[in-house]
């Protein structure tokens, strides 16, 4: 490493202590930050309100070497993640101890009023019922002792009805949510025949098409949806799952033989203690019970 390029790295290690850090340290009015992990404390900083800039200070004390954290801290930086960025490439490894990097974050957009209208719909048409205590509910017997579920049959005859499931994850709200998301991104071909994104309409709101087998002579369903989050607050977000609200994807036509269902799903994920997260699931989806002439 040449003499010029170590007094410019110095350089830029001084410059940014003095920027970030001796005003944090001088600043009057830090605020606490909320942490996903309750080892850590934080606070910031308002520079500029009205351009939200802010300095941020985070501290955790850890139980083990300086030599592996730091060892854990490159593997961090090196390693690109696809839940948090858009994209993270390594432009140049200087050297071992610097990298030139590029990478996008995701920052979710403002909802449209097609869009809040619909997590409005869906919400109120699927949550108030299961807190009824008007409304007959039957207990279901779940996959994992860990979720509780339960339906109210809408139709016997049709073979309607709502269902409701609930879980407590021992994880932060936004690893959750990131996990949730990324593995509706990427589901297998294991149970839909096929799963395809259709559009990306915006960080928050994706339209896709799937279908599900039928066992013979029933016909396969498809399924055209609007699939949107939402962060309520700071310890609440949701995930709806409809019929596309997006006109350019509005369509009755299907795919050969294939009969169109329809699915309303409401999920809501929230905070309700250190690195723990509530999970409640509800979902209505009709079948269209079309079924072969023998």
Request: proline content about 6%.
């Amino acid at each position: 490493m040449s003499s010029f390029l170590a007094s410019v790295e110095n350089e830029v290690f001084l410059r940014i202590h003095n920027k970030v850090v001796a005003p944090f340290l001088q600043a009057e009015n830090k605020k606490p930050l909320k942490l996903q992990s309750p080892l850590a404390t934080g606070s910031y900083t308002n520079l500029s309100v009205n351009r939200g800039v802010a300095v941020c200070h985070s501290t955790t004390t850890v139980q083990t070497t300086l030599e592996n954290l730091v060892a854990y801290d490159r593997l961090l930086i090196r390693t690109p993640n696809k839940i948090d960025y858009i994209e993270n490439e390594l432009l140049e490894q200087v050297h071992k101890d610097h990298q030139v990097r590029y990478y996008a974050k995701a920052f979710p957009a403002p909802l449209s009023d097609p869009e809040a209208d619909a997590i409005n719909q869906i919400r109120e048409m699927l949550v108030p019922p299961f807190s009824d205590p008007k409304i007959k509910k039957k207990k279901l017997k779940m996959n994992s002792p860990l979720v509780s579920g339960e339906c109210i049959v809408l139709s016997k005859k049709k073979g309607l009805a709502a269902g409701h499931a609930s879980i407590s994850v021992p994880t932060s709200l936004e690893a959750l949510c990131s996990f949730d998301r990324e593995k509706r991104l990427e589901i297998t071909g294991t149970y839909f025949l096929t799963d395809e994104t259709l559009e990306d309409v915006s960080p928050s709101h994706f339209v896709k098409y799937f279908a599900i087998p039928f066992p013979s002579p029933f016909y396969d369903r498809e399924f055209l949806t609007s699939n949107i989050y939402s962060r309520v607050d700071e310890d609440t977000l949701v995930f709806i799952l409809c019929p596309t609200i997006v006109k350019t994807h509005q369509s009755d036509s299907t795919r050969g033989t294939r009969v169109r269902g329809t699915i309303q799903q409401y999920l809501e994920m929230k905070r309700v203690g250190p690195n723990l997260t509530r999970m409640d699931y509800y979902s209505l989806m009709n079948m269209n019970g079309k079924v072969p002439k023998f």
